[in-house]
C-alpha cells in the first residue's frame, strides 16, 4: 500500500536544491552536478521504494529518505576530495546507499531509539566507504597513498566543527554585547525540509528541542534525573519544549538530525583523541570476551592487512594504518563479539 501524502520526487528535488547550495565553493562545476545529482538519484530511488512497499509511515519514510539524501551528500563530497578517479565513484556510492537503506529499514522496522539507528548507520557507513576504499587498493586501482587519503576524508565531521565554530562565535558576541540570546516558545525552524541549518538559528534551542523531542517518549522519572544535570534555565526551556503538542512539527527533520550528531559528537568520551594506543587497548579489551580461535574464524575471510592489524594489536603493538580505519576495525569486531 502506498504511503498518502509522500511527494518523494518533489521531496528529492527539494533536498538536491539545498545541497547544491552547501556545495564547497572550490568544487567545480562537473564535481558540484555530480554530489547534487548523487544525492537525486539516491534520495529519489529510495523514496519511490519505500512508496511502493507502504511498509512506514510518512514521517518515517521522510526520515529514511532524508538520511540517505544528507550521507550521499557527505560521501560524495569525500569521494571528490579524496583523489579517487570518477569511474569508481558511482560504485562507491551504490554500496552506501543501498547499506543506509537496508540498515534504516531493518532498524526503524525494530523501533529502535533515533540515536541509536543513526549511531548503527554512521557505523555502518563509515566502514562500507572505508571497505570499497581498500577494495580498491587491493585490486592495485588506487595505490597506498591514495587510500589513506581517501580514508581520512569526513565533510559531515568538517560541517560539525563549523558548526561549534559559529556557535562559539555566536556564544562570543552575546557575551560582548552583556546578554545570552533570549529562549522561549517559538522555535525559528526553516519552513520546509532541508539540509541546512538557517544562518542565524540559535543552535543552543534547537538542541535543546531535539532532546525535547527525545524525552516526549522516555519515562518522565529518567527524564527528570536527566535534567536535574541541567542547567536550571536549560532544563526548563526542555521541559516548556516537551509541553508542546505539536513540536515535532516544528522542529525539522533534518535539523534534528544534525542536532544529534553535534551532541553525540560533544560527548566526554567523543572528545578524546583517537590515538593508536587507545585503539590497541581497545581490541585487548575485545580479548578478554572472545577466545583467540573463534577470533581467527570471525577474521577468516578479512584481509591480510586487518587480519595483521588486530594479531599485532593483541600483542599490543599497532600496525601502522590510519587510526580512522583501525578503530572502525575494532569497532566492527566488537560489534561481532
Known amino acids: 500500500?502506498?504511503?498518502?501524502?509522500?511527494?518523494?520526487k518533489g521531496f528529492a528535488q527539494n533536498l538536491a536544491q539545498q545541497a547544491f547550495e552547501l556545495i564547497p565553493a572550490d568544487f567545480n562545476d562537473m564535481q558540484k552536478n555530480y554530489v547534487a545529482n548523487t544525492l537525486l538519484n539516491f534520495s529519489t530511488i529510495a523514496g519511490q521504494s519505500l512508496y511502493d512497499e507502504g511498509q512506514f509511515d510518512l514521517d518515517t519514510a521522510i526520515m529514511i529518505t532524508q538520511i540517505i539524501a544528507e550521507w550521499s551528500y557527505h560521501k560524495s563530497v569525500d569521494l571528490v576530495r579524496s583523489g579517487i578517479p570518477q569511474q569508481y565513484w558511482d560504485p562507491v556510492m551504490q554500496k552506501i546507499a543501498f547499506t543506509i537503506f537496508e540498515i534504516a529499514k531493518n532498524a526503524f522496522?525494530?523501533?529502535?531509539?533515533?540515536?541509536?539507528?543513526?549511531?548503527?548507520i554512521e557505523h555502518h557507513v563509515?566502514?562500507?566507504y572505508l571497505d570499497c576504499v581498500a577494495e580498491l587498493k587491493d585490486k592495485n586501482l588506487i595505490d597506498e597513498g591514495l587510500m589513506e587519503q581517501a580514508a581520512s576524508q569526513s565533510n559531515i565531521d568538517a560541517m560539525q566543527q563549523q558548526m561549534q565554530q559559529e556557535e562559539q562565535q555566536q556564544q562570543a558576541a552575546a557575551a560582548?554585547?552583556?546578554?545570552?540570546?533570549?529562549?522561549?516558545?517559538?522555535?525559528?525552524?526553516?519552513?520546509?525540509?532541508?539540509?541546512?541549518?538557517?544562518?542565524?538559528?540559535?543552535?543552543?534551542?534547537?538542541?535543546?528541542a531535539t532532546l525535547?523531542?527525545?524525552?516526549?517518549?522516555?519515562k518522565q522519572e529518567k527524564v527528570q534525573t536527566i535534567l536535574n544535570k541541567f542547567d536550571p534555565n536549560d532544563a526548563q526551556s526542555v521541559i516548556k519544549f516537551m509541553e508542546m503538542p505539536d513540536l515535532g512539527e516544528k522542529v525539522d527533520a533534518s535539523v534534528a538530525l544534525r542536532c544529534l550528531q553535534e551532541i553525540r559528537t560533544n560527548l566526554p568520551k567523543s572528545r578524546l583523541a583517537l590515538s593508536p594506543s587507545k585503539v590497541v587497548a581497545k581490541v585487548q579489551n575485545i580479548s578478554q570476551y572472545v577466545q583467540r580461535p573463534h577470533l581467527e574464524q570471525m577474521l577468516k575471510l578479512e584481509r591480510p592487512k586487518v587480519k595483521k592489524f588486530v594479531f599485532n594489536a593483541l600483542e599490543g603493538e599497532y600496525y601502522e594504518i590510519p587510526p580512522k580505519v583501525a578503530n572502525i576495525i575494532a569497532t566492527h569486531i566488537e560489534d561481532g563479539v
Open 1 to 8: 500500500m502506498a504511503i498518502n501524502g509522500f511527494d518523494y
Open 126 to 128: 563509515k566502514k562500507t
Open 212 to 218: 525535547a523531542l527525545l524525552f516526549q517518549k522516555v
Open 109 to 120: 522496522g525494530q523501533n529502535l531509539p533515533q540515536d541509536q539507528i543513526l549511531q548503527l
Open 176 to 208: 560582548n554585547q552583556g546578554s545570552m540570546p533570549a529562549q522561549g516558545n517559538n522555535i525559528p525552524m526553516p519552513q520546509s525540509r532541508g539540509l541546512a541549518v538557517p544562518p542565524g538559528t540559535d543552535t543552543k534551542i534547537l538542541k535543546l
